[in-house]
């Protein structure tokens, strides 16, 4: 029974997998009121049929980004309460492209041929455009086995198999590049043509009966943000730079609704203010608050949500104290510091160290343990005094531009939270930052910390 | 007076954290290593619960270690299926590596050894390629592996995918961390000639002998003087040089006797300066014995003394000298500061001799906490210094350390280059103690490499200068050593007969630590063979006279 449950449990809180419909847990109220669902669907409504929506989305690794997109996936497909119906095309970039090795006619042909694929697999529609058709087929020889250039035509419904396969293959990669890019300024162009020939095939659409007719079509690309590299430049943040801020015109140049996974990294750069002016607001995905701003003191509904979102884990037939020793939860809970992939990844550890149910607090730090000792060796030694600057700060900011505190964001050693609340609109939506409860623990922190001097003003 | 760090910067309380929950057995943000039985429990159970592709991490710094682990609890748990892959040679992207090699089987658990030779130097791994892939392809794994997937690698390339691939370490379901305790000196922190700040002149131990013999009729010679015609400057030297060439020979009781006479006769002439360096000598005696409080307090009182009479010149090796008692005790920081502390005044007073030195301490103390970079820097620095001085044998020594750093992170080729450099000179100067760290060091690459028979003999010849020089403490490293070879090549009678060896000598030298590291081997060997052979395991454990042999409890809990 114990072994069941606890397998299950185990298997229910997969880091790796986004949250399923049955295991979505909305924690808008420990996310100070931030829903990405919600959000997207008013700027689609301001958008109205005249405008395309061009939005960015970030928020720390493995704090629920995949799974809000999947949420408003299945929100959109749905379409319940909804004025409008989209297609919801959700992209995940990585099964495309290298993300050492990224040029832009990558995302074009990645984004064509998503789309097809999807269109083809999930409502029978085939998308046939003469002019990507054309490209794929001057550019056949360069992928990659015998069988497939005796192929004849490239349909651009069998084409993403071909593409995916390109991102492991460089010098394939870079010969297809070589080849179309004197289309790259036409092919923007096409891609809109391509979107409009979508549009009419889902308007002509005839969907099971009690299913509301698509009107459009939504593309969201997910996991772009974790490109390291675009062709030509320096790895890491000038790269992500070249690609959302200087090459700004391909994102915004859609003729569809887009959605764009963007590092949060480069979103708190000093390059922030640019990416708002020319995307508009952006939306980060903050941590699930569970202690308040500046104190210990735990946040009692970023505690409900995290209690709900494990015992959507555990199933209705169980009660979180069956699971859960009460001071384990408590531990549980603290030290993922509202960051959900880290709270499954504890989780499974806590149940492969208990011999029975509820899961004792000692399995609970033993599951802790792992973290504790990649953290305690992973961090830079120039950043432990600048955690504990962070630490001692009666703000809970920090400095801007400071790659350093980029770095911290990006390894998690740093979370980023929002007070929402409607009160002090200043307080509600700036985001602060608080050092990771697991870090804060640590003996090299606290050795840091008992040693800090403040900086001279 | 053993705090040292707080001497010169008291500390201030610890601040209030946020409350940890204990149940009383430990605290979690402290783990004293991983507990290889139950990391290899849990890992068992998780795979066990596992259903479809799931991440896991080993991080074991020698991979065929490792793999004996896995074979253990292949056996312990015949359900699971453990399919091996060993990735030959460095391969650009991991995922086309693993589809290659499932083809259209179907693997219940997948274990993938080498992934080490994708990467480069441990300092720019991170960024390399190999990594970024990992984090690129993160999503694309599970769509082509449908089973638990375990990545067994070195610390150091665990490190560089946590921090190079940070999407892809995220989704892991778990770390393991295991690791045969090897009697290797990045681990022993031996006590090497160079750490002493001694007389450079390097002997041989006829040539030490000899001069031990001379030295001491001469001793005996100036004391049939009349009092009148000693020359105390004479007596002091004489005192001073036997001690040093004891304490070389490691011959401490005897060394401390001769420093001893030297601080009675500085005490009774009222001479604060030689009463400090005799201090500081008799330090090196408790040093030698890891006997670190006493080792510390008479540097402390040599300290208080300089200090007094504003001899910066002593002051600057009483720092180093802390640096190395605090970096033997782990207490890297204090190690730091104290290390920070001598070169400020060294540099102050243009002494290259003693800055040399502390880079070299300051690059193993990096050595210890794994920043290979910071060591190298290190390293470099004091090599550019000794060069400089025409000091071949401190050259020497940092080249070997170079070749640790290098072997550390598993290039083994570097490693040997750097060793055999470090050889040559060690050898033409004479040095049989550095000549046997460095044949002990290449043995345990060899054995790293599975050259058993190569590695056998560079540990023999190790052996045979350590116990003729009576160095005890590279004969326990290097007993131990031997058994850890045997267990690998499965030769567990001859395994425990080395351990135990080394268990004996490690007590010798009051070094609990590895004597515990050999405990625990002889266990793991003994639990290893069948019931007949383990009667002999007993014999030799009485025969060694390491105590009432313990109960099968007990050994659950030796080996845990």
Redesign the interface.
């Known amino acids: 029974m114990h072994e069941d449950l606890l397998k299950k449990l185990y298997n229910a809180c997969d880091p790796m997998r986004p949250a399923t419909l049955d295991y979505y847990t909305d924690c808008i109220d420990g996310r100070g009121d931030s829903a990405l669902t919600r959000d997207v669907l008013a700027k689609l409504k301001l958008a109205g049929e005249e405008k395309y929506l061009c939005y960015l989305f970030s928020g720390h690794i493995g704090c629920g980004k995949s799974s809000e997109l999947q949420h408003l996936r299945n929100t959109l497909l749905n379409a319940e309460g909804l004025e409008r119906r989209y297609f919801p095309v959700l992209l995940d970039v990585s099964e495309y492209l290298d993300d050492y090795d990224v040029a832009p006619i990558d995302i074009l042909l990645a984004i064509v041929t998503e789309l097809a694929s999807s269109l083809r697999t999930q409502l029978n529609i085939d998308l046939k455009d003469n002019y990507f058709e054309k490209r794929l087929q001057e550019v056949k020889d360069y992928f990659l086995s015998d069988a497939e250039i005796n192929e004849g035509v490239v349909p651009l419904l069998g084409a993403k198999i071909k593409i995916q396969r390109l991102k492991r293959a460089p010098e394939a990669r870079k010969k297809v590049r070589e080849a179309l890019f004197p289309h790259m300024s036409t092919m923007v162009e096409e891609i809109n043509t391509v979107f409009d020939e979508a549009r009419v095939a889902l308007k002509k659409y005839q969907p099971p009966a009690g299913e509301k007719r698509f009107d459009d079509l939504l593309l969201i690309l997910d996991s772009l943000e974790r490109i390291q590299r675009i062709d030509g430049m320096e790895e890491g943040l000038p790269s992500q730079r070249e690609l959302f801020l200087e090459r700004y015109f391909l994102l915004t140049g859609m003729a569809a609704h887009v959605i764009y996974t963007v590092p949060l990294r480069l979103i708190r750069s000093k390059f922030g203010p640019q990416l708002i002016s020319r995307y508009g607001q952006l939306f980060v995905l903050p941590m699930v608050k569970v202690f308040l701003r500046g104190t210990c003191e735990r946040y009692e509904r970023g505690w409900h949500c995290i209690d709900a979102l494990l015992k959507k884990r555990i199933g209705a037939e169980h009660s979180l104290a069956e699971v859960f020793t009460e001071e384990a939860r408590v531990f549980l809970i603290h030290n993922s510091g509202g960051h959900i992939r880290n709270l499954m990844t504890f989780i499974q550890n806590a149940c492969s160290n208990t011999d029975g149910l509820p899961i004792p607090l000692s399995a609970v730090h033993k599951a802790i343990g792992q973290t504790v000792r990649t953290y305690s060796t992973g961090i830079e030694e120039a950043h432990w005094a600048k955690l504990v600057a962070l630490e001692r700060s009666l703000d809970q900011q920090i400095p801007g531009g400071d790659d350093d505190y980029l770095a911290m964001l990006e390894n998690m050693s740093i979370l980023e939270y929002i007070n929402g609340g409607s009160e002090d609109p200043f307080d509600s939506y700036e985001p602060w930052y608080a050092v990771n409860p697991i870090v804060r623990e640590l003996r090299k922190f606290k050795e840091v910390n008992a040693k800090w001097v403040k900086p001279a003003e | 007076m053993g705090e040292t760090g707080r001497m010169i ?1 008291p ?5 209030d ?5 204990e ?1 009383g ?2 605290n ?4 004293d290593g ?1 507990d290889e039985d ?1 990391e290899l429990r ?2 068992s ?2 795979l ?8 896991f991490f080993i991080g074991c710094n020698q991979p065929h270690y490792a793999k004996k682990l896995m074979d253990r609890m292949q056996e312990q748990n015949s359900q699971l299926r453990l399919h091996n892959m060993q990735l030959p040679a460095a391969v ?2 991991l ?2 590596a693993l589809v290659g090699e499932i083809g259209d089987r179907t693997i219940d658990v997948l274990v993938v050894y080498g992934i080490e030779f994708s990467l480069p130097r441990a300092e720019i791994a991170e ?1 390399s ?1 190999f990594v ?2 990992l ?9 082509v592996i449908t089973c638990p997937l375990i990545l067994v690698l070195p ?1 150091f390339a ?2 560089a995918i ?2 190079g691939a ?2 892809f370490f ?8 295991f690791q045969q305790h090897k009697f290797g000196e990045n681990q022993a922190r031996d006590l090497s000639l160079r750490d002493d700040l001694l007389s450079t002149n390097i002997f041989s131990m006829e040539e030490r002998q000899e001069r031990i013999l001379q030295l001491e009729e001469r001793l005996r010679e100036f004391y049939a003087l009349e009092s009148t015609a000693r020359d105390r400057r004479i007596e002091y030297r004489l005192l001073n040089r036997l001690g040093e060439l004891y304490l070389q020979g490691y011959q401490w009781e005897k060394a401390e006797n001769y420093f001893q006479q030297r601080l009675s006769l500085a005490r009774n002439d009222n001479d604060p300066a030689d009463e400090a360096e005799a201090l500081r000598h008799i330090s090196l005696v408790y040093y030698g014995q890891r006997q670190w409080r006493k080792a510390e307090e008479c540097l402390m009182q040599s300290l208080s003394i300089n200090k007094n009479y504003g001899d910066e010149f002593s002051e600057s090796r009483i720092y180093h000298l802390l640096g190395m008692v605090s970096q033997q005790q782990r207490n890297f ?1 204090a190690a730091h500061n104290w290390y920070r502390h001598a070169l400020a005044i060294t540099e102050k007073l243009r002494d290259e001799q003693v800055a040399a030195r502390t880079y070299y301490q300051l690059g193993r103390l990096s050595e210890e906490q ?2 290979f970079a910071a060591a190298e820097r290190c390293y470099r620095k004091s090599l550019d210094i000794e060069e400089k001085l025409g000091d071949e044998h401190g050259a020497a020594l940092t080249y070997h350390q170079l070749g640790n750093i290098a072997e550390m992170q598993h290039d083994f080729a570097s490693a040997e280059s750097w060793y055999y450099k470090s050889l040559a000179i060690m050898e033409r100067m004479g040095d049989d103690l550095g000549t046997a760290r460095t044949y002990h060091q290449l043995g345990c690459i060899a054995q790293e490499k599975r050259e058993y028979t190569a590695a056998e003999s560079w540990y023999r010849q190790a052996l045979a200068i350590n116990e003729k020089q009576g160095n005890y403490y590279g004969m326990a490293l290097t007993y131990g050593q031997l058994g850890n070879l045997s267990i690998v090549r499965e030769h567990y009678t001859e395994a425990c007969r080395w351990l135990s060896k080394s268990i004996v000598t490690f007590w010798q030298c009051n070094d609990q630590h590895f004597a515990n590291i050999g405990i625990r081997n002889f266990f793991r060997a003994y639990k290893c063979v069948s019931n007949y052979e383990q009667s002999t395991l007993k014999d030799i454990w009485t025969e060694a006279e390491l105590g009432p042999f313990p109960t099968e409890e007990e050994i659950g809990g030796l080996i845990a």
């Open positions: 910067e500390q201030p309380e610890l601040p954290s946020f409350p940890v929950m149940d057995t430990c979690p943000f402290q783990p991983s139950e849990t890992l159970r998780s066990a619960y596992a259903e479809g592709f799931k991440l650009p992207h995922l086309d960024k390629p970024a892939n984090n690129a392809a993160r999503n694309s794994f599970p769509l610390e665990l490190r946590m921090r940070p999407d995220s989704v892991r379901s778990g770390v393991y961390f920081d794994y920043d």
